[in-house]
């Protein structure tokens, strides 16, 4: 084993001892000493583009840019002077030179760290003027793309590369003409992009931003002729609380379900009976592909960036994806078949909302795959969490003191199998609970699988059922789900069901999740634990824990599916994938 | 299956590139770093082509497996590489220092406005395109003109009507 050195430096008169090779940034951060940065990211490389973070160093002529720049025995740094103040606001000026003034109208007004950076490094005044860059704005898909916003900080083409393994944007072009784009500089829509909104997540300003469907909800809603319902996925109870001031991690179920009744929607169901529905019909999928040896290992397909990236990076592994439909297209589906019959509605009168932490999921919802016969989509509009907090502050609903309402019945009916969807290793675990008393018809003791949670990229277990040994995978971030999935090609490992989730550790990050409170980032595993704890203990509290013991599910089959995987669920709660062009490189 | 779906991928792109360009990918990928020889790639393919189409560059991309936004990236930053074809003729003017102080400027306003385009375009018949060199080491002929091989010296404004009719200029097709 080699030893790590250390080494010692002094960082404001402050003696600091950090491991060598680390940053001076990184060093003052050990000791909360908080050095402005922009377009440095601390879960992404480190490319030093902005120059914002510059610190002086004793014996150095000129400032040097913290982040990049490591540590040595003995230096002394400061991290303020006049020197760095005055440098730290020119660059910062010379940005918003060439940046829109149109803070007040703009969607990351309060949220973006351009502006609070401009704040407190105090520009209080404009002292340059010239031309700026003009771009048009590109609105070809979910994930909108405003060049003349950007700032070039490089986030977003650092997270598509390493952390989704996407590749789809890159610089393009140089000088004045420089902008982040992908291949051609062609739309979103015509490129590899898979919709997952990481991009979107992390952009300092609002040059990556989600399409606005607000307008719509709020046109159905005040439309007399529809009868609005909206349903929300598990993620969204533990992190809307922090669009509203609440510390990451609160879940905020009631309250949810109350101010979305205050909202004006006629009914409010949940997600969760989706994703309970999914467990049913996905785990007799794997069962009956464990008994016939076919088809192994089945992979998940929730996650619609997952989908999509799975079109088109790995075509070859469609026969391997589950056909289940995803939570929210199973419920949509039933919302406008079996309640619409229950209801005596026309299901064409009927608005489905899916309030979703996604943006892949406003791309699902547009399938040709998931249009009704009369061709409209199943799911009418989804909202990302940002948005439902826009719409609830517009509104003027005082979210903290509301009380606590219950979803409706039948369709917000769930167990606490539902609640976990949300965080990696969710889904592979409900289904768990399902299969292992499905097999063994006996009664799980231990209802928790520890092996499947936490927020690492990776995670792989085996469990026994019956005599049965079933190898697991369990990937989150589409760059750890393609170092899985080559494992499994080169015949390296061999699994019976793997999970994958496009966003790293799960849904509670996904890219419609509230821009994350002072101290804390996008892609910050702390967020990420937090947030699956808020999920993992409402599972806990409650008492009805697995999907195949939700009554509403059994009455769902009873009177109008049939058994798990009939006919008719295949009609209505089945899809299929197509390899999809561009082809991605992998 | 895995193999079916790329392979028919690779095929396609095969075809797109001429089969010298292919080997030389192929030689390449063997190499320590093979993603570092994707500039002088583009420039064989450029070569070949005259210029750089979408479907060469995407061809590059599947056969080097290099995202093509990255291929994109890299072909857009060097003014080296242009992306509409080049005309029959390509006509290319020294604007180096010496040829600049001695009126290289006003010679290609008007060999814009006679061929209606822009440095790096083509014009509408195909016949001409025009790119800017920086020095062509022979000042003493300032200001330099070279049209495919031929170098024109001292060229004047008025003369470009001339020059270029040796090649089949017609101004009416050039600039319809």
Same mark, same amino acid.
């Given at each position: 084993?080699?030893?790590?050195?250390?080494?010692?430096?002094?960082?404001?008169?402050?003696?600091?001892?950090?491991?060598?090779?680390?940053?001076?940034?990184?060093?003052?951060?050990?000791?909360?000493?908080?050095?402005?940065?922009?377009?440095?990211?601390?879960?992404?490389?480190?490319?030093?583009?902005?120059?914002?973070?510059?610190?002086?160093? $004793?014996?150095?002529?000129?400032?040097?840019?913290?982040?990049?720049?490591?540590?040595?025995?003995?230096?002394?740094?400061? *991290?303020?002077?006049?020197?760095?103040?005055?440098?730290?606001?020119?660059?910062?000026?010379?940005?918003?030179?060439?940046?829109?003034?149109?803070?007040?109208?703009?969607?990351?007004?309060?949220?973006?760290?351009?502006?609070?950076?401009?704040? $407190?490094?105090?520009?209080?005044?404009? #002292?340059?003027?010239?031309?700026?860059?003009?771009?048009?704005?590109?609105?070809?898909?979910?994930?909108?793309?405003?060049?003349?916003?950007?700032?070039?900080?490089?986030?977003?083409?650092?997270?598509?590369?390493?952390?989704?393994?996407?590749?789809?944007?890159?610089?393009?072009?140089?000088?004045?003409?420089?902008?982040?784009?992908?291949?051609?500089?062609?739309?979103?829509?015509?490129?590899?992009?898979?919709?997952?909104?990481?991009?979107?997540?992390?952009?300092? *300003?609002?040059?990556?931003?989600?399409?606005?469907?607000?307008?719509?909800?709020?046109?159905?809603?005040?439309?007399? $002729?529809?009868?609005?319902?909206?349903?929300?996925?598990?993620?969204?109870? &533990?992190?809307?609380?922090?669009?509203?001031?609440?510390?990451?991690?609160?879940?905020?179920?009631?309250?949810?379900?109350?101010?979305?009744?205050?909202?004006?929607?006629?009914?409010?169901?949940?997600?969760?009976?989706?994703?309970?529905?999914?467990?049913?019909?996905?785990?007799?999928?794997?069962?009956?592909?464990?008994?016939?040896?076919?088809?192994?290992?089945?992979?998940?397909?929730?996650?619609?960036?997952?989908?999509?990236?799975?079109?088109?990076?790995?075509?070859?592994?469609?026969?391997? *994806?589950?056909?289940?439909?995803?939570?929210?297209?199973?419920?949509?589906?039933?919302?406008?078949?079996?309640?619409?019959?229950?209801?005596?509605?026309?299901?064409?009168?009927?608005?489905?909302?899916?309030?979703?932490?996604?943006?892949?999921?406003?791309?699902?919802?547009?399938?040709?795959?998931?249009?009704?016969?009369?061709?409209?989509?199943?799911?009418?509009?989804?909202?990302?969490?940002?948005?439902?907090?826009?719409?609830?502050?517009?509104?003027?609903?005082?979210?903290?003191?509301?009380?606590?309402?219950?979803?409706?019945?039948?369709?917000?009916?769930?167990?606490?199998?539902? =609640?976990?969807?949300?965080?990696?290793?969710?889904?592979?675990?409900?289904?768990?609970?399902? &299969?292992?008393?499905?097999?063994?018809?006996?009664?799980?003791?231990?209802?928790?699988?520890?092996?499947?949670?936490?927020?690492?990229?990776?995670?792989?277990?085996?469990?026994?059922?019956?005599?049965?040994?079933?190898?697991?995978?369990?990937?989150?971030?589409?760059?750890?789900? !393609?170092?899985?999935?080559?494992?499994? &090609?080169?015949?390296?490992?061999?699994?019976?069901?793997?999970?994958?989730?496009?966003?790293?550790?799960?849904?509670?990050?996904?890219?419609?999740?509230?821009?994350?409170?002072?101290?804390?980032?996008?892609?910050?595993?702390? #967020?990420?634990?937090?947030?699956?704890?808020?999920?993992?203990?409402?599972?806990?509290?409650?008492?009805?824990?697995?999907?195949?013991?939700?009554?509403?599910?059994?009455?769902?089959?009873?009177?109008?599916?049939?058994?798990?995987?009939?006919?008719?669920?295949?009609?209505?709660?089945?899809?299929?994938?197509? /390899?999809?062009?561009?082809?991605?490189?992998? | 299956?895995?193999?079916?779906?790329?392979? !028919?991928?690779?095929?396609?792109?095969?075809?797109?590139? /001429?089969?010298?360009?292919?080997?030389?990918?192929?030689?390449?990928?063997?190499?320590?770093?093979?993603?570092?020889?994707?500039?002088?790639?583009?420039?064989?393919?450029?070569?070949?082509?005259?210029?750089?189409?979408?479907?060469?560059?995407?061809?590059?991309?599947?056969?080097?497996?290099?995202?093509?936004?990255?291929?994109?990236?890299?072909?857009?930053?060097?003014?080296?590489?242009?992306?509409?074809?080049?005309?029959?003729?390509?006509?290319?003017?020294?604007?180096?220092?010496?040829?600049?102080?001695?009126?290289?400027?006003?010679?290609?306003?008007?060999?814009?406005?006679?061929?209606?385009?822009?440095?790096?375009?083509?014009?509408?018949?195909?016949?001409?395109?025009? $790119?800017?060199?920086?020095?062509?080491?022979?000042?003493?002929?300032?200001?330099?003109?070279?049209? =495919?091989?031929?170098?024109?010296?001292?060229?004047?404004?008025?003369?470009?009507?001339?020059?270029?009719?040796?090649?089949?200029?017609?101004?009416?097709?050039?600039?319809?």
């Amino acid at each position: 084993m080699t030893i790590e050195k250390k080494v010692t430096l002094w960082i404001d008169g402050v003696k600091v001892t950090v491991p060598e090779k680390t940053t001076i940034l990184q060093a003052a951060d050990s000791i909360n000493i908080n050095v402005p940065s922009l377009c440095y990211h601390p879960d992404l490389s480190v490319i030093g583009a902005c120059r914002v973070c510059v610190v002086e160093v $004793d014996g150095q002529r000129n400032p040097v840019a913290s982040c990049s720049y490591p540590v040595a025995e003995g230096m002394k740094v400061k *991290t303020s002077s006049p020197l760095l103040r005055r440098l730290r606001r020119d660059v910062v000026e010379l940005i918003l030179d060439n940046h829109p003034q149109d803070c007040q109208a703009c969607v990351r007004n309060g949220t973006c760290e351009l502006q609070k950076l401009a704040y $407190d490094l105090g520009v209080r005044e404009r #002292l340059f003027e010239g031309e700026r860059k003009r771009f048009p704005v590109d609105t070809s898909s979910p994930v909108h793309r405003n060049p003349e916003k950007c700032i070039l900080c490089g986030r977003c083409v650092r997270v598509c590369d390493e952390v989704q393994g996407v590749h789809n944007l890159s610089v393009q072009h140089r000088g004045f003409n420089n902008v982040v784009a992908p291949a051609h500089d062609c739309k979103m829509i015509d490129s590899v992009c898979i919709h997952c909104g990481q991009c979107v997540n992390v952009c300092p *300003t609002a040059a990556f931003t989600e399409q606005d469907a607000t307008e719509s909800v709020f046109e159905a809603l005040s439309n007399p $002729d529809l009868h609005v319902v909206v349903h929300t996925a598990p993620a969204i109870r &533990a992190t809307i609380g922090e669009g509203f001031g609440f510390r990451p991690g609160t879940p905020v179920t009631g309250k949810l379900v109350t101010a979305l009744r205050m909202a004006g929607f006629h009914k409010v169901f949940d997600t969760n009976f989706g994703a309970d529905l999914t467990i049913i019909e996905e785990s007799t999928e794997f069962l009956s592909r464990v008994q016939k040896k076919e088809r192994l290992p089945l992979i998940t397909s929730c996650s619609p960036g997952w989908v999509n990236f799975m079109e088109r990076f790995y075509p070859e592994l469609i026969p391997l *994806t589950s056909t289940c439909k995803s939570p929210m297209s199973m419920l949509s589906t039933l919302l406008k078949t079996y309640y619409a019959q229950q209801m005596g509605v026309d299901p064409e009168k009927i608005f489905v909302v899916a309030v979703m932490p996604c943006t892949a999921k406003k791309f699902e919802a547009k399938r040709p795959e998931h249009m009704a016969p009369w061709g409209k989509p199943y799911t009418d509009a989804v909202l990302t969490t940002r948005e439902l907090v826009w719409m609830l502050k517009c509104l003027g609903v005082d979210f903290h003191n509301l009380e606590d309402g219950a979803f409706d019945s039948p369709l917000g009916v769930s167990s606490g199998a539902a =609640d976990i969807f949300g965080a990696t290793g969710g889904v592979m675990e409900a289904a768990l609970r399902t &299969a292992y008393e499905k097999i063994t018809g006996k009664e799980l003791e231990s209802l928790e699988f520890e092996t499947v949670r936490g927020v690492e990229g990776v995670k792989e277990t085996s469990i026994q059922i019956d005599g049965l040994t079933i190898n697991i995978g369990v990937a989150n971030g589409l760059q750890n789900a !393609k170092n899985l999935l080559d494992r499994v &090609a080169s015949g390296e490992k061999q699994y019976h069901i793997i999970e994958i989730m496009a966003c790293p550790g799960g849904c509670v990050a996904g890219g419609g999740q509230p821009y994350p409170p002072r101290g804390m980032h996008v892609l910050d595993p702390e #967020l990420g634990r937090l947030r699956a704890k808020a999920l993992y203990s409402i599972d806990g509290s409650k008492s009805l824990r697995k999907s195949h013991e939700n009554p509403a599910i059994e009455l769902l089959y009873e009177n109008f599916l049939g058994a798990p995987n009939s006919h008719l669920c295949h009609e209505l709660l089945h899809t299929h994938y197509e /390899p999809k062009t561009p082809r991605g490189v992998k | 299956m895995r193999n079916e779906l790329l392979q !028919k991928e690779i095929d396609k792109a095969t075809a797109v590139l /001429p089969e010298p360009v292919v080997r030389y990918i192929q030689d390449c990928s063997k190499k320590k770093n093979p993603n570092s020889h994707l500039i002088s790639v583009l420039h064989k393919v450029q070569d070949h082509f005259g210029f750089l189409a979408k479907e060469h560059m995407d061809a590059v991309s599947i056969l080097m497996q290099i995202p093509s936004a990255k291929v994109t990236g890299v072909a857009s930053f060097y003014h080296f590489f242009n992306f509409t074809p080049r005309g029959k003729h390509r006509v290319s003017l020294c604007m180096g220092t010496a040829c600049f102080v001695k009126g290289a400027g006003k010679v290609l306003d008007k060999l814009q406005d006679l061929l209606g385009i822009k440095v790096g375009e083509t014009s509408a018949d195909g016949l001409f395109s025009i $790119d800017v060199a920086r020095c062509v080491g022979a000042c003493a002929l300032a200001p330099v003109m070279i049209v =495919d091989e031929k170098v024109y010296a001292g060229v004047k404004p008025d003369q470009l009507v001339k020059i270029l009719g040796e090649y089949g200029y017609n101004p009416k097709k050039a600039k319809p």
